[in-house]
């Protein structure tokens, strides 16, 4: 076989099965693979002859080739380097003038497999013919034209560098042309296309770019002007000439110092170089100050930038050199290091108009003839400047603005900001309001709805009359409107509404809610009632799918049995029968897709269909409906107030485990947010039987398309998948809006609004916020919005407002009574009875430790009665009914005081420890163990966690305050 080149290989060895088979061999045998002692002479004179082989020709993968052996090959390559022309080589692309390993293989009777795949047994060959390729590369044998003379062109090089005559250009570098010219290159070719062609060469050229650097080598006359340009460059950066940039030394002044043109000193690498030297050493010292280390701003020390500070954001310096003569370095660095520190979160336009505006605003200060030099002194002298003092201020220099230009609208911000850095005393310019307010961010709830077209004359009159009898006038502006309407509506139709019409709104806005959660669960239970029915129908079938798909294939051939056997298996007198046996059919034959004549051809199933209620009706038994994947979504939404974009990108595997007890976690993605996960608890179970919990249908439908084989695109998971034209397509927002209308429009309640599935989100939140409406933590936490401004676009409605003026409607009670309880009569300075003033004192006896004492007056044994004035005790009270008289607030204020009242504690313990132990004991240290469990152990879970949270930044915020004293145990 060896001598016929017919010796069966596989993978480098030789094949023995094939052998075996060919010549009659026990399978087996020649590898003896059950190592039998009969077979081992079979395999040694195998094994012998194999390795024979191997040693004699070192691979045997392509033994029967001529050259297929790295023997052989070696021959071939030993040949090659003697006639070098027979070599196949790439005559263009990247590998131009390398070895053309496809017409190398069949020039020389090779496998194109061998060199231009990585089978692993030609390994050895791939190997040998690249480094036999590198080899005359390196050689220079082959290549391309420019890649040959390589060795030619350094000889050239290294000869002009010895008598210090290499071409440079303008740049500094080599100059490629005219040394390629002296080999032939012609001036109106690319020296670059060269280069590309032969990266050699490209290598040779950077190398020689590196030398020219290194050796500091030029041929200009600019060089001799380097010592010069050194004492220019070596003076204090404040004497430098800068271009507008404030970043780059300006040449042009340098080209007059020098008395040299510009030109000169740009060609000359020496002199560029050490003036990008000198640039770098002053952007190092535009990065830090000289006076101090730091500054605090905002609070917190920030890293002095110095008076000509580098914005990284905005890539450019802004000067207060100017502020230096006026006030001093110190004072110009801590304005530059505020300036970087406020401008970091503002566009470069905007940054560009605050430098000028506060840069005009402190040289105006230094101007005596604008303003009594008072402020300016103070500011000089880093002392103190009073609130009152330096508000004065700020309206005159406001004043002086507008002075010059009464129709002008000031943009005076930037000193407001620089007083919330605490770099000055703080002020807030006043602003008109607008005018007019566009509410683009309001989004309509369910209490919004108006009332549809054909019910508009029949509504409006009932709401006239209403607000005619009960002396209402409905006035347009945001949502006010809205509410009247249908809080008038209402009433009309339900009297026993609360006459509080935020308790109202919330109990329309409850009772609309249910109706839609009401009519969505009666919807899907009607569809999984007919889904049911399905395999019990498909039980009962008495069809031979596999026959009747045959038949049909083959009807044409022999159409009178075709429509025999047709009426026999889906008869028109019998439904019953044809619904089970079509059922049937489809689920084995159709993927459980209803078929049709758009996607078959044959109109005999339009027919059968309208037999027994039309295919939705067959499609029902089948697979989810469009009306039951919408009325699923719809319960998905009034649970869990989500948008309608989450709702149509929920999977069939988006319910999941659930941290909460009897609830499970649905994860949708919104992709307007880049795809980010939304994630919501819901109840497993429904609070009454007429309803479907979310969880239960989305877990059903999911169930059901995770099951049938239905004609679907595999990479699709999504769960908003209907039955519609023979096949399964995802549900369209457009159609879910329509499906939404229809479902409402079964409630004899809701069919009169104009109602669309983007109401739930507002109505859930709202109805979330007005359960606590001073808490918009929960309302933001449902939504999970980052800001609460966004949440604020749902839930600050009509009733959430009215309930935030009660808020401070009683805020202005409590402080009525706080500036008038220290004088006489107080009751007569409010214009109110005694009793109603007595009443608004109990509702503002706040200790200051963050508790509330329900009754300060003591009536001692004998029916004495006094006030008492022991706040420090309130933890331990020991007066009657002691449990009822203290109280806890979980309002961030109250928490904060508790927090900074523990801070006080912590910090005086060991100093008041030493003075007075006894009394630290009988008082202090049973506060210190009520905010333990307030802070520690109440206010760790759910929203009183965010209130702890919001009460640690009033803390904070409080503290930090230079004017904050905190207080002390007595």
């Not at 009325?631 to 309608?644: D, F, H, K, Q, W």
């Not at 009657?880 to 203290?886: F, G, V």
Request: proline share 3%; glycine share 4%; net charge positive.
């Amino acid at each position: 076989m060896l001598e016929k080149r017919a010796l069966p290989i596989h993978k480098g060895k030789i094949a023995r099965k094939i052998i075996e088979k060919e010549f009659g061999f026990q399978h087996n045998s020649l590898s003896n693979y059950n190592k039998l002692k009969k077979y081992e002479w079979v395999k040694g004179t195998i094994d012998s002859f194999e390795s024979e082989l191997l040693e004699n020709e070192g691979e045997i993968a392509g033994i029967n080739l001529e050259f297929g052996t790295p023997k052989r090959l070696n021959q071939l390559l030993d040949s090659l380097r003697q006639s070098p022309r027979k070599i196949p080589l790439n005559p263009q692309g990247d590998k131009a003038g390398r070895i053309s390993l496809r017409a190398f293989a069949k020039k020389f009777n090779l496998p194109e497999s061998a060199l231009l795949r990585s089978t692993e047994s030609w390994l050895w060959m791939r190997k040998m013919v690249k480094e036999f390729d590198d080899e005359l590369y390196d050689k220079g044998i082959i290549g391309t034209r420019w890649g040959k003379e390589v060795p030619a062109i350094r000889q050239y090089l290294e000869s002009l560098k010895h008598q210090r005559k290499l071409p440079v250009n303008e740049l500094g570098k080599l100059n490629r042309m005219a040394v390629m010219s002296h080999f032939g290159l012609p001036k109106n070719q690319s020296t670059s296309i060269a280069e590309q062609r032969a990266p050699k060469l490209k290598k040779l050229f950077n190398e020689y770019d590196c030398i020219i650097q290194s050796e500091n080598y030029s041929q200009y006359s600019g060089d001799v002007y380097l010592e010069d340009l050194k004492l220019l460059l070596d003076c204090n950066d404040e004497r430098l000439v800068l271009d507008s940039s404030s970043r780059v030394i300006s040449i042009k002044w340098l080209a007059d110092k020098l008395n040299i043109g510009v030109g000169k000193i740009r060609s000359s690498l020496v002199l560029m170089s050490q003036i990008e030297q000198r640039t770098r050493e002053l952007h190092l010292s535009q990065k830090k100050g000289k006076t101090k280390k730091s500054f605090n701003v905002f609070g917190a020390p920030h890293i002095n930038l110095g008076a000509t500070p580098f914005s990284v954001k905005h890539k450019r310096v802004y000067s207060f050199q100017s502020l230096v003569n006026l006030y001093g370095l110190c004072f110009a660095e801590k304005i530059g290091t505020a300036f970087i520190a406020i401008s970091n979160s503002c566009a470069t336009s905007s940054a560009k108009n605050k430098y000028l505006n506060i840069k005009r605003f402190f040289e105006w200060l230094a101007d005596s003839s604008n303003i009594e030099s008072e402020v300016f002194e103070l500011l000089k002298s880093d002392k103190k400047i009073s609130q009152q003092l330096f508000g004065e201020v700020c309206m005159r220099y406001r004043a002086s603005i507008l002075q010059e230009n009464p129709k002008g609208n000031p943009n005076l911000k930037i000193i407001s900001e620089f007083g919330s850095a605490r770099v000055l005393p703080k002020y807030i310019f006043l602003t008109k309001g607008r005018t007019s307010r566009n509410d683009r961010n309001h989004k309509a709830s369910l209490a919004e709805a108006t009332v549809k077209k054909k019910d508009k004359d029949l509504i409006e009159k009932v709401l006239f009359d209403a607000a005619k009898y009960r002396d209402i006038e409905i006035r347009a502006g945001n949502d006010t409107q809205a509410f009247l309407n249908t809080l008038l509506l209402e009433k009309a139709t339900t009297p026993d509404l609360p006459e509080d019409l935020t308790e109202a709104i919330h109990e329309i806005t409850q009772s609309r809610l249910l109706e839609i959660r009401v009519v969505a669960s009666r919807m899907f239970r009607e569809w999984k009632d007919i889904f049911e029915q399905g395999p019990e129908l498909i039980r009962a079938a008495n069809v031979d799918t596999k026959e009747f798909a045959k038949k049909l294939a083959q009807r044409a051939s022999n159409l009178r049995s075709w429509k025999d056997y047709l009426s026999n298996v889906l008869p028109q007198n019998n439904k019953d029968k044809t619904l089970s046996n079509l059922l049937a059919i489809i689920s084995s034959e159709y993927s459980c897709t209803p078929p049709n004549e758009a996607t078959t051809g044959y109109q005999m199933w339009n027919k059968k269909y309208s037999l027994v209620g039309g295919i939705q009706h067959v499609a029902a038994h089948l697979i989810p409906t469009r009306e039951a994947i919408s009325a699923a979504l719809t319960l998905y939404l009034c649970e869990s107030g989500a948008n309608v974009s989450v709702a149509l990108t929920l999977t069939r595997d988006c319910v999941k485990a659930s941290n909460v007890e009897y609830h499970k976690k649905v994860v949708g993605h919104k992709e307007r947010s880049k795809g980010k996960a939304i994630y919501d608890d819901l109840a497993v179970k429904a609070s009454d039987d007429e309803l479907i919990s979310a969880v239960s249908a989305l877990e059903y439908l999911a169930k059901i398309l995770n099951s049938v084989n239905a004609a679907v695109d595999s990479d699709t998971t999504s769960l908003a998948m209907y039955f519609h034209s023979g096949k399964l397509q995802l549900l369209k927002e457009s159609a879910f809006r329509a499906d939404f209308k229809a479902i409402c429009d079964t409630s004899s309640y809701l069919e009169k609004f104009n109602l669309v599935p983007s109401m739930l989100r507002p109505t859930v939140l709202l109805d979330i916020q007005l359960q606590d409406p001073t808490n918009l933590g929960v309302a933001q936490l449902m939504a999970q919005h980052e800001q609460g401004s966004t949440t604020e676009g749902y839930t600050s409605k009509l009733p959430h407002r009215i309930k935030m003026e009660n808020q401070i409607l009683d805020y202005q009670k409590t402080l009525e009574f706080v500036m008038t309880s220290g004088e006489d009569n107080p009751h007569t300075k409010l214009n109110m009875s005694e009793k109603e003033w007595d009443s608004r004192r109990k509702s503002a006896q706040r200790t200051g430790f963050g508790v509330y004492c329900s009754d300060r007056i003591i009536i001692d044994s004998s029916g004495k009665t006094s006030k008492c004035n022991e706040v420090e005790h309130c933890v331990q009270c020991k007066h009657n009914d002691s449990k009822k008289r203290m109280w806890v607030s979980a309002d961030p204020e109250s928490i904060s005081d508790m927090i900074i009242w523990r801070t006080s504690l912590e910090q005086h313990e060991e100093a008041f420890l030493s003075k007075n132990s006894d009394r630290w004991e009988d008082v202090w240290v049973a506060w210190q163990a009520f905010y333990f469990v307030v802070l520690e152990q109440k206010m760790t879970r759910g929203k009183l966690s965010s209130i702890k949270r919001a009460a640690m930044e009033i803390a904070n915020q409080k503290m930090s305050d230079d004017n904050f004293n905190l207080p002390e145990p007595w």
